[in-house]
């Protein structure tokens, strides 16, 4: 199955998709010092919270490989420059929380250098390896929704692309498709602007082998009144303790077009992604480049200057939402009651 | 106001505007010839069947201008020449319906030739004006329901540039535009995969200084939640005698998005448009070539080989349209009598 990064043991380096060429070229790097793997961050060759957080870590094991060190101190210096040059994305969390984990297995380790990088090399791979749980953990959590022979409706990429492995819709459609011999079929919507539908998702899916057809956002209702689909299955970039689910624009379109052909539409996202303290009305959308409606692959697709309204993201109320799957639980029908007795179980 | 063929009385020739330039340019050009008004048409810089029968009838027109007869006979012998060579797309029937008409008033005119010659410019001028009063009596029969400062949400192009002048739906926005002094909006939905709305409404409403604001397919949800239109005018490709319509694809989603807001959803469209003997469950519903939607503007926006379901067409039932306004008349909450009692007054 396709990974986004992956740890190769037997040449103690990385390989990685080329996220910059997808996804007209399928193109691996080799990246086999922290200086490298630095660039691969910055350039976005390599993209996504969860993603990034394991290839920080990946490059400090790198590093350590890379400092030749004799004792621990210098290990531990040569490891401080190499967070540094790691950290290329300030607003990236997971990029500083992945060093600081990794410099502080170094500081805590006893004995020669050697152990210690390969100490490091391990926790590199456990970082990864619990994403990896994490989204498998949500796949086998939907696993009673998801029945033999199904086809699921995704929109936009809550794939592989975004995390080490699996995903979360990703890992949805993928624990499926292995635990029922292939009998897993997806459509996909475009999702217009950024068509991460069409530009990630068909690939990823077809890199695995699943069958999957692409179509544009405004067919949903056609597919859904002709029963080409069982149900949809849709990521959440944030998910209100009432239920509420904010993901790419395109979802409460196809929420509600879901509810009118009695079709089942389910959320999957980590625990993580669940926000306890906003109140549905004071969500702020944000309004993005209107060039990113005007434009496709640097062609003008309307008049230059035509008005645009551009919301990333749109607001799916919890009476639409059938269940909410996390890598915890699921909830059914949310409300806060149901969102609490999740957190709290 | 726009138009997208006119006869221009001072110079004997027609102006057009060059549709395979658009949206990026707005070139017109001046046509003085039949020879160069069939290369027109057959290139397409004039397309869409109203459209296509007023070029025809100009281009017959330009011919009589051009034989420099001296009979009647020698007229009549240069202008069937001309009709052959004005009949370039064989399945256009406005084409050949345009022509014979021409030919006809040519054949039953009496008096010197240059008198038929201005019997034949009255013509063409007569045909073209037919159409726009018949996309006028659309937009005028839908000013019930269009009420000042209404935002007009609409889908694809049923605009001014496949008819003579106004549109179909272009003209129930228009015609409310001229009679509240301006005070009409419009949110035109891109309409992947072919970005009708983008590349031609967009374009047209721009040219006529209509307040247009473009969105991708899947922000309707949030643009009705946000309030930010009053109603959804759809144009027809087909409308069943039960009120079924068929439309671009979208439509329906679009249809069912409207009525869970309780936003009034007006279909536009001449009675030529009604098929008075297709049951719904005979309705073929074609599908397009796949690189429609995988290949934008020359480049691909997915994996080149990917699969693709791409129905050009939906159709919306009668219980999602509000009100179908045509030429004659209007129909609320459509059903067979009613479409009936439509034909019959």
Avoid at 42 to 60: C, D
Avoid at 206 to 234: A, P, Q, S
Avoid at 240 to 254: E, P, W
Wanted: hydrophobic share 40%; proline share 5%; with cysteine.
């Amino acid at each position: 199955m396709f990974r986004t990064i992956e740890w190769m043991d037997d040449a103690n380096n990385v390989r990685l998709v080329d996220q910059t060429k997808l996804p007209l070229k399928t193109e691996h790097l080799i990246i086999s010092s922290h200086k490298r793997m630095a660039q691969a961050i910055k350039t976005m060759e390599i993209r996504g919270a969860p993603a990034i957080g394991a290839a920080a870590g990946m490059g400090m094991a790198l590093a350590a490989l890379e400092s030749g060190a004799s004792t621990k101190n210098e290990l531990l210096e040569f490891l401080e420059h190499a967070a540094d040059t790691l950290n290329t994305r300030p607003t990236a969390v997971n990029l500083t929380w992945a060093t600081t984990r990794m410099l502080n297995v170094a500081r805590a380790a006893e004995g020669d250098p050697n152990k210690i990088v390969q100490l490091l090399i391990s926790e590199a791979k456990e970082i990864a390896e619990e994403d990896v749980r994490m989204c498998r953990d949500i796949g086998e959590n939907a696993l009673r929704y998801i029945k033999p022979d199904f086809t699921i409706q995704t929109i936009c990429n809550a794939g592989s692309l975004a995390t080490v492995h699996l995903g979360t819709v990703g890992a949805v459609v993928r624990v499926a498709h292995e635990r029922y011999s292939g009998r897993i079929r997806v459509y996909a919507a475009e999702t217009r602007p950024r068509q991460q539908g069409a530009k990630l998702t068909v690939f990823e899916m077809m890199e695995d082998n699943i069958d999957t057809t692409l179509i544009t956002d405004g067919m949903i209702g056609t597919v859904f009144k002709e029963g080409r689909v069982d149900c949809c299955v849709v990521g959440a970039d944030r998910i209100l303790r009432t239920g509420h689910v904010t993901n790419k624009i395109g979802t409460y379109t196809m929420a509600i077009t879901a509810k009118y052909h009695d079709i089942p539409f389910y959320v999957a996202a980590p625990m993580s992604t669940i926000d306890w303290d906003t109140d549905p009305e004071n969500l702020v959308i944000e309004e993005r480049n209107p060039d990113e409606i005007r434009v496709i692959n640097g062609t003008p697709i309307t008049v230059p200057t035509a008005k645009v309204y551009n919301p990333a993201f749109d607001t799916t109320p919890p009476e639409l939402v059938t269940a909410i799957i996390t890598d915890k639980g699921v909830v059914e029908l949310p409300d806060e009651d149901k969102m609490r007795g999740l957190r709290d179980c």
